[in-house]
T-cell receptor, first 114, second 110 residues
Framework: GAVVSQHPSRVICKSGTSVKIECRSL??????MFWYRQFPKQSLMLMAT?????????EQGVEKDKFLINHASLTLSTLTVTSAHPEDSSFYIC??????????FGQGTRLTVV | RKEVEQDPGPFNVPEGATVAFNCTYS??????FFWYRQDCRKEPKLLMS???SGNEDGRFTAQLNRASQYISLLIRDSKLSDSATYLC???????????FGAGTRLFVKA
């Protein structure tokens, strides 16, 4: 399957700081990238959908000013968690796909805010 | 009602057993369907796509029932290594986003 690389895999940050997570499609051009969050023993929650060159579409209840998404190219999307708080600690996963096909996931980023 | 629903389980089965998971979706115009496998603290990995005619990959068989709006996954001859969470996924009508079920946990024991 296609390769999606997500970086960093783990990050610990202090409360109030911002964290940027990168998601790259390595061997294909992704028309759409998705950002999910997963709390322990819970399901993947879609946070936002982003298409290259346009603003991200956020799911209901997700603060767009807190979770900044940039999709500058067909191979790169970034998620910035601004002014992080302990309740933002979670597993963040990106996925990418070409048109309406299956999605391929990055390795995920485990964020811990202390 | 959730867009995609699954029985969370867990399913505890012995090695060699056959186990089936179902997943229902609410939007009748949904286009594409998939099963993913997620191991603990890892990202989901695509197991198989689900086609209208049904499809098989080794011990795994996936089926789609559009009239009843559900998809199923059958695992035959379960192995210890099949222990994981199985997620169904549905691309919405416009194909704009992929929605996942909450996942069904499977434990295969010796």
């Amino acid at each position: 399957g296609a390769v999606v690389s997500q970086h960093p895999s783990r990050v610990i940050c202090k409360s109030g700081t911002s964290v940027k997570i990168e998601c790259r499609s390595l061997d294909f051009q992704a028309t759409t990238m998705f950002w999910y969050r997963q709390f322990p023993k819970q399901s993947l929650m879609l946070m936002a959908t982003s298409n290259e060159g346009s603003k991200a579409t956020y799911e209901q209840g997700v603060e767009k000013d807190k979770f900044l998404i940039n999709h500058a190219s067909l191979t790169l999307s970034t998620l910035t968690v601004t002014s992080a708080h302990p309740e933002d600690s979670s597993f963040y996963i990106c996925s990418a796909r070409v048109r309406a096909t299956e999605a391929f996931f990055g390795q995920g980023t485990r964020l811990t805010v202390v | 009602r959730k867009e995609v629903e699954q029985d969370p389980g867990p399913f505890n089965v012995p090695e060699g057993a056959t186990v089936a998971f179902n997943c229902t979706y609410s939007n009748s115009a949904s286009q594409s369907f998939f099963w993913y496998r997620q191991d603990c603290r890892k990202e989901p990995k695509l197991l198989m796509s689900v086609y209208s005619s049904g499809n098989e990959d080794g011990r795994f068989t996936a089926q789609l029932n559009r009239a009843s709006q559900y998809i199923s996954l059958l695992i035959r001859d379960s192995k210890l290594s099949d222990s994981a969470t199985y997620l169904c996924a549905v691309n919405d009508a416009g194909g704009f986003k992929t929605i996942f079920g909450a996942g069904t946990r499977l434990f295969v024991k010796a």
